[in-house]
């Protein structure tokens, strides 16, 4: 039974920074690659990021870029996701996801999906 548990999310400042984990458990974790989505209040499911299962390759929506880093550690069974530099905008509840092959930018190729957790960004 594959398990993703994510944690860290909170209430930060803008201009803060928080730092997201990902646990996972149930699946060959050094062979799947990672992504972070989010869904803001009223919105749609929206890509964040996304790293291959070597940390070879890693994927940012524009929105990210410059101010989010994606890391793994296949040892710990662990994604995370470094967000720096928050905006109000950037509040929603953040998923983890998994997928066999390479990363995707695309929500319907991730097979496995955590619960969220909330981040708020106040201004």
């Known amino acids: 039974q594959v398990q993703l548990v994510e944690s860290g999310g909170g209430l930060v400042q803008a201009g803060g920074s928080l730092r997201l984990s990902c646990a996972a458990s149930?699946?060959?974790?050094?062979?799947?690659?990672m992504g972070w989505f989010r869904r803001a209040p009223g919105k749609e499911r929206e890509f964040v990021s996304a790293?291959?299962?070597?940390?070879?390759?890693?994927y940012y929506a524009d929105s990210a870029k410059g101010r989010f880093t994606i890391s793994r550690d296949n040892a710990k069974n662990a994604v995370y996701l470094q967000m720096n530099s928050l905006k109000p905008e950037d509040t929603a509840v953040y998923y983890c996801?998994?997928?066999?092959?390479?990363?995707?930018?695309?929500?319907?190729?991730?097979?496995?999906w955590g619960q969220g957790t909330q981040v708020t960004v106040s201004s």
């Open positions: 149930g699946l060959i974790f050094s062979s799947s690659a």
């Open positions: 996801a998994a997928r066999r092959g390479y990363g995707s930018y695309y929500s319907g190729e991730y097979e496995y």
């Open positions: 790293i291959s299962w070597n940390s070879g390759r890693t």
